[in-house]
């Protein structure tokens, strides 16, 4: 009786040990081709990017800036997929590149050329807003001003996304205001101020500075008043219905593209804000 038992116990055990062995290897499995079709997915784009930078030669310095970002966002993405070892890792490559394919785009708008097909929207860039006027502020004693189109003063594109948890408005702009924080992952005192004094009352831009500051982009400002509805706005507590977008924490924070992975000289420093 207590051999039978015995012999049972041990069968179980083996039951178990060889379910949780095959749940295993069906698990590595379907991790390993996921990765390998998200790199495959990436290394399209990629490729894709690579034909544009190296047949394109800039014709005036909005262009041949935006083609210098996009070679930038080139040389990042293949650094990154050579490094992916995880699906997700093998997506933030493939996001580096496609904003580069933007910067392509804007590269060929700038030469008058057809910027080419629509692209997939990058992370945040559909909250984080566009600039729809020409605008010319002063600054801590320099000036510095947003269009909606390229120009001798405005020959630095951004499409458009998030910069160190905060978004970026797609435009032009005489110069990288945004680059400081991409370098240091965080933004300086006076941020805030020259978003105000930049975007203040501008259509394209729907958040205000304080927005800004907190991260959030188009769709906070219409949440926020309808959790304050209803006696306080305790009512309106789901945030899943309050007009944040589905993007207000973009996934994970991919901040704009990800290019503090490196491949590119983000340099640019002296920006005192």
């Known amino acids: 009786m207590n051999g039978a038992l015995l012999v049972l116990i041990v069968l179980v055990v083996a039951a178990i040990a060889f379910a949780v062995y095959a749940s295993s290897k069906a698990s590595s499995q379907r991790n390993a081709a996921s990765l390998a079709d998200a790199k495959a997915d990436a290394r399209r784009v990629i490729e894709r990017l690579g034909g544009q930078v190296?047949?394109?030669?800039?014709?005036?310095?909005?262009?041949?800036?935006?083609?210098?970002?996009a070679s930038e966002r080139y040389t990042a993405a293949s650094s990154q997929i050579d490094q992916a070892?995880?699906?997700r890792q093998a997506a933030l490559a493939k996001e580096s590149a496609m904003e580069g394919l933007y910067y392509v785009r804007a590269a060929r708008s700038a030469m008058g050329m057809d910027p080419g097909p629509e692209l997939e929207s990058l992370s945040g860039q559909r909250s984080a807003g566009v600039v729809t006027e020409d605008r010319r502020v002063d600054f801590n004693g320099r000036q510095i001003e947003a269009s909606p189109i390229p120009s001798q003063r405005t020959p630095n594109y951004y499409p458009g996304g998030r910069v160190a948890g905060r978004p970026v408005p797609a435009g032009w702009y005489s110069e990288p205001w945004w680059k400081p924080a991409l370098v240091a992952g965080a933004w300086g005192v006076g941020s805030a101020l020259l978003f105000s004094t930049l975007f203040s009352g501008m259509s394209g831009v729907g958040y205000d500075?304080?927005?800004?500051?907190?991260?959030?982009?188009?769709?906070?400002?219409?949440?926020?008043?309808?959790?304050?509805?209803d006696d306080g706005g305790f009512d309106g507590g789901d945030p899943g219905g309050g007009g944040w977008d589905g993007g207000g924490w973009d996934g994970g924070?991919?901040?704009?593209?990800?290019?503090?992975w490196g491949g590119g000289d983000f340099g640019g420093g002296g920006f005192d804000f």
């Open 54 to 69: 190296f047949a394109l030669t800039g014709n005036d310095d909005a262009a041949k800036q935006a083609l210098a970002d």
């Open 85 to 87: 070892t995880t699906a």
């Open 209 to 229: 500075a304080q927005a800004f500051e907190n991260g959030y982009g188009d769709g906070f400002q219409e949440g926020f008043e309808q959790g304050q509805l």
């Open 253 to 260: 924070g991919w901040d704009g593209g990800g290019n503090d």
